[in-house]
Every structure is written in C-alpha cells, then in structure tokens.
C-alpha cells in the first residue's frame, strides 16, 4: 500500500535556519553554546594535533616516494 502523504524533501539551509530558530529559546540556548565552545576546543585540538605531527610525517612518507 502507498502512503498518500508527501513529504517536501528539506535541504541544509533549512535545518540551519531551524537551528537558528532554536538558539533563541531560552531554555536550549545554553546547551547549544555549551556544545559548540566544545566541539571548538575538542576540532581545534585535534588539527593543532595533526598539523603539529605533519612536520614530521611528511619527510618520512616522502622517502616512499
């Protein structure tokens, strides 16, 4: 049996525009700040990391070449 209901296929720009929506709710902007500081500090240590260990990486994978 086929459902008779449609649903309108979404794109990014309009869950970013929901989030946005969200932010301004008292409640959740807190959680949403607090995940985000996170998600900074944990993706920036992690390409500090990476580009910190490609100094010594490259020259060694090089020698492969």
């Given at each position: 049996m086929v459902s008779s209901s449609t649903t309108v296929p979404r794109s990014?720009?309009?869950y970013f525009s929901q989030g946005w929506k969200l932010v301004t709710l008292p409640g959740i902007r807190r959680f949403v700040i607090l995940l985000l500081l996170a998600?900074?500090?944990l993706m920036g240590g992690a390409f500090w990391w990476l580009f910190t260990q490609l100094d010594a990486w490259i020259p060694a994978l090089m020698i492969h070449v």
């Open positions: 990014g720009v309009y998600n900074i500090v």
